[in-house]
């Protein structure tokens, strides 16, 4: 049997998090990586503009190499426009939530952060989430507007993370003294070194990228692919599209990762090939 293709959207790096997920869970699979960095962050765009571009880009990338799945690796493009999706294309799709299940089975102390977007912490589906499945637990939000903008630039390795500045904005989680965080976007986890050696006193940092990797590992055996156990050559990805300019550096980083790409193409759907 062939192996499943996965294709990956989000609007930055971010969603790398997840597919490295995936390549962990699905070693077999053959993974295309979209991202839609020329709106980089979809938090900041309205949500419209979210709903038109997701579904606009992921059936032109269909219409060039079908998938098997489709998986959205951005809360805010998960939040406004999965439905959409779903309607508009005929391949089995899965969003990205903040895990605060998870999160408050783990919690002991009943004290839990969430470290996510501007955009997500506002969301009454955050607010749904919190009552559904940590009504006895104190959640302390925190959202900053600049944390994935640091990500992207030393993902390029144009600068280092802002160390003095990444302990200002965790700082909430100190006073607060949660012992389990959710990281509520999908560059977080892509950082998670920076963050355990600012609160080493967390004992659970959780995000959503194996419980998306389980997932589309289930949908694939539903469609009857076997779980197989050899990964596809040596490249995990095996394309990596941008709407805007291929970031700097980003095949030594996907390198690290252990998702080498055959290929990157920049402004896409122009499909200008990177240097």
Not at 51 to 67: E, N
Request: with cysteine.
């Amino acid at each position: 049997m062939r192996p499943p293709e996965i294709l990956v959207f989000d609007s930055g790096v971010g969603g790398l998090s997840v597919a490295q997920c995936i390549a962990g869970v699905i070693p077999a699979a053959r993974l295309t990586y979209v991202a839609d960095n020329l709106c980089f962050p979809y938090g900041d765009q309205p949500e419209a503009v979210v709903v038109s571009r997701c579904v606009a880009l992921i059936r032109q990338s269909l219409a060039a190499k079908p998938a098997d799945v489709v998986v959205i690796a951005c809360n805010t493009a998960s939040t406004v426009a999965l439905t959409f999706l779903r309607q508009a294309i005929d391949v089995p799709v899965v969003g990205v939530v903040p895990a605060i299940k998870p999160a408050a089975a783990l919690s002991v102390n009943r004290r839990i952060g969430l470290l996510a977007t501007p955009a997500t912490v506002r969301r009454p589906y955050l607010d749904g989430l919190i009552a559904e499945f940590a009504s006895d637990c104190t959640l302390e939000r925190v959202g900053h507007p600049d944390l994935v903008h640091w990500i992207e630039a030393w993902v390029r390795g144009e600068s280092d993370l802002p160390g003095k500045a990444l302990e200002r904005v965790l700082q909430p989680f100190r006073d607060a003294g949660v012992d389990t965080i959710v990281l509520g976007c999908t560059h977080y986890p892509l950082i998670l070194a920076a963050l355990q050696a600012q609160l080493p006193e967390v004992r659970h940092w959780v995000d959503s990228g194996e419980a998306v990797a389980r997932r589309t590992l289930h949908l694939l055996q539903a469609s009857g692919f076997c779980q197989g156990g050899e990964k596809a050559g040596a490249a995990p990805v095996v394309t990596a599209l941008f709407t805007g300019e291929v970031p700097a550096g980003i095949g030594d980083y996907l390198a690290g990762l252990g998702l080498v790409s055959e290929r990157l193409a920049g402004n896409w759907p122009a499909f200008t090939e990177a240097v």
